[in-house]
């Protein structure tokens, strides 16, 4: 009961977050899930709120989305979907947390080594097959999503909109490659969760888009990076600790 409820209370604060600062709430989330359960259900309950908190914000900024580069991540996505589902691979505890504290480092890579734009085909479908190969090995993929948008002429609301309207696709593989083993195992959360973890989801997630509104481009791309810096500061010291047994 202590585990659910602290799930719930994670649901909604790394909703408002994410709300905000997209990628950094679901960080969060992936990490708690991650103490709480086995990985196989913490990447099904992950990806089952993600997808309820993405999907609202996408709704909420749908006029912002931009249309014509998600299809085009989604053939990339497909592609990625094809190649995971001949494999069967689960990453222990340990190295889950240092994965995912690794993750944000991508953001540090100075943008002049890195020239990758969404808006381009060809990088919108490389995003799609990245994003969704990492999403599902790693549980979180923002980070390096956050990549391919950082040298686009977007606004924050459409990069925020329709880096959640991508996250939906990508946590719907992840669930769909999870499930088995995390059915089989006995370890999710009874449905009834899920009909408590929507609304808290969607609440802090309109919460935080309210937030997104009165911050500037400049601020909202300052904070997100020192941000998930720090979380995956802790993942990665987390994850040392468990291989060393400490």
């Known amino acids: 009961m202590t585990a659910i409820l602290a799930i719930l209370v ?38 089952a709120v993600q997808s309820v908190s993405n999907g609202w914000r996408a709704i909420l900024l749908r006029k912002w989305i931009d249309w014509k580069l998600l299809g085009i991540f989604l ?19 340990a190295w889950l947390f240092i994965l995912l504290g690794l993750v944000p480092g991508v953001i540090w890579v100075p943008r002049r080594w890195i020239h990758l ?9 490389a995003s799609g ?43 719907g593989v992840k669930i769909a490659y999870y499930i088995a083993p995390a059915l089989a195992a006995g370890a999710l959360p009874n449905p009834e969760f899920l009909l408590i973890a929507a609304p808290l989801a969607i609440g802090g997630t309109t919460l935080g888009a309210r937030l997104l509104e009165k911050m500037t481009d400049i ?19 987390r994850g040392a600790l468990l291989l060393t047994g400490s």
């Open 129 to 171: 097959v990245l994003i969704t190969g990492l999403n599902t090995v790693a549980g979180v993929s923002g980070p390096l999503l956050d990549v391919f948008f950082a040298q686009t002429e977007r606004d924050r609301r459409s990069i925020v909109a329709t880096k959640a309207a991508t996250q939906v696709i990508s946590h």
């Open 219 to 237: 601020q909202f791309r300052n904070w997100t990076k020192w941000i998930v810096t720090g979380i995956g500061l802790i993942y990665v010291n």
């Open 117 to 125: 734009d969404a808006t381009k085909p060809a990088h919108a479908i």
């Open 75 to 93: 053939l990339g996505s497909a592609a990625a979907a094809g190649l995971l589902f001949f494999t069967a691979f689960q990453l222990d505890k």
């Open 10 to 47: 994670s649901v909604f604060a790394t909703a408002f977050i994410s709300g905000v600062f997209g990628m950094a709430g679901g960080l969060i989330l992936m990490g708690v899930l991650a103490l709480l359960l086995p990985v196989s259900a913490a990447m099904v309950v992950h990806g």
